[in-house]
């Protein structure tokens, strides 16, 4: 095995990906497969999981995919998704909560309903999917080698960016708030908890901004680095954080926005 490997790889290990389908979810399942992962991923839509999994093992990855259904926008939908994780592994080294959805609408026009659905399964479904497993995490933590949860935040949740989307930051907000709460009262048990920020990424969810090249392009010319993420850009930090090399993080909610957290302060005193 060779160092980059033995720091940055994941052989042996699996994974959960809630809404490992599409966007960041797919992105970070291929990633943890290229790294030798065993990834199991699951969304409201098996059937598109079941195809998404034969797709990325049709690349070749050391690492295997497994798709099927799951929903973690219901109490009931969590109990099933964690007994069929339990049947298919006693112990999960790694859990991604990237499972989620959103809403737009104007101030003045956002309805109830919006937040309802969002928080059912932008918080309360990752909390209550995330207490679940704890045993077969707490199955698979060691010392040397803590078992790791990933959970989807937002730049929108770390800045005051609303955009027609009030409950959607507000989610992302508490997601970045309970990551941190998390860490702290289970690291004694070798559990690790890290949230992503990520800014723009193409995905079904952002697709009326990023959709053509176009619209991407329109999108990348307010980020500071000048493009939207790419996958490799989650890839790497989803490696990171679940390989020997992030065993030391906990508590971390990682900017993956090509600068916009930095650049949203503006300047106090103007520029030259």
């Known amino acids: 095995m060779s160092y980059l490997e033995d720091m940055f790889g994941v ?10 389908a599409t966007g960041i979810g797919r992105m970070i399942a291929e990633g943890l497969a290229a790294g030798g992962a065993r990834v199991l991923i699951a969304s409201r839509k098996g059937e598109d999981c079941a195809r998404v999994a034969e797709e990325i093992n049709a690349l070749g990855h ?4 497994e798709g099927f259904g799951g929903d973690v926008g219901t109490e009931q939908g969590v109990a099933d998704l964690a007994a069929e994780v339990a049947r298919r592994t006693d112990r999960l080294p790694i859990l991604v909560n990237n499972a989620g959805v959103s809403w737009g609408a104007p101030l003045g026009q956002f309805p109830w309903d919006a937040w309802d659905k969002v928080m059912r399964v932008n918080v309360a479904g990752l909390f209550h999917l995330t207490q679940t497993l704890l045993p077969l995490l707490d199955a698979a933590a060691t010392d040397d080698d803590p078992a790791r949860v990933i959970n989807l935040g937002s730049v ?22 309970l990551t941190r709460i998390l860490a702290k009262e289970l690291a004694h048990k070798r559990i690790t908890f890290n949230a992503f920020a990520p800014g723009p990424f193409q995905s079904r969810m952002t697709a009326f901004a990023t959709g053509d090249a176009e619209k991407a392009a329109r999108v990348a010319a307010g980020v500071p680095l000048g493009r939207i993420g790419r996958p490799e850009d989650v890839q790497g930090a989803a490696l ?21 957290g930095v650049h949203t302060g503006g300047d106090l005193f103007g520029r030259d």
């Open 11 to 20: 052989a042996g290990k699996t994974a959960l990906v809630t809404g490992g």
């Open 62 to 65: 050391p690492g295997k995919v």
């Open 240 to 260: 990171f954080l679940c390989s020997k090399a992030g065993a030391y993080v906990t508590g971390a909610i990682l900017p993956l926005d090509g600068g916009i």
């Open 156 to 177: 929108m949740g770390a800045w005051p960016i609303g955009d027609g989307a009030y409950s959607y930051s507000a989610s992302k907000a508490a997601v970045h708030h």
